[in-house]
Nanobody
């Protein structure tokens, strides 16, 4: 069975950094696109960053210049380096995988989702 398992969340002071990881398993072919999404209490889930198989990345305007997404297809891992964290980055962060190419921030593109890891900035 396909599994996406996030790790690396935690509590950090404003201005601090965290590195999220997503371990993917059970895939018979590499996902065409992988992404990070987040959902804050009382808000809709939103796209944070995405990356496809050729390394093309996309970021939400709110995280550009602060967050970096990377992918190691050989190790089946997805990483999100988050720097200069702000209180408004507080949310549950989810890893997602899509088996087709498309707009990275289109949630309906994604076939598989992890259970999330909590990030708190305060």
């Amino acid at each position: 069975d396909v599994q996406l398992v996030e790790s690396g969340g935690g509590s950090v002071l404003p201005g601090g950094s965290l590195r999220l990881s997503c371990a993917a398993s059970g895939f018979t072919v590499n996902p065409k696109c992988m992404g990070w999404f987040r959902q804050a209490p009382g808000k809709e889930r939103e796209g944070v960053a995405g990356i496809d198989t050729d390394g093309t990345t996309g970021y939400a305007d709110s995280v550009k210049g602060r967050f970096t997404i990377s992918r190691d297809s050989a190790k089946n891992t997805l990483t999100l380096q988050m720097n200069s964290l702000k209180p408004e980055d507080t949310a549950m962060y989810y890893c997602a995988a899509a088996m087709e190419r498309g707009a990275w921030d289109r949630q309906s593109l994604y076939n598989y989702w992890g259970r999330g890891t909590q990030v708190t900035v305060s």
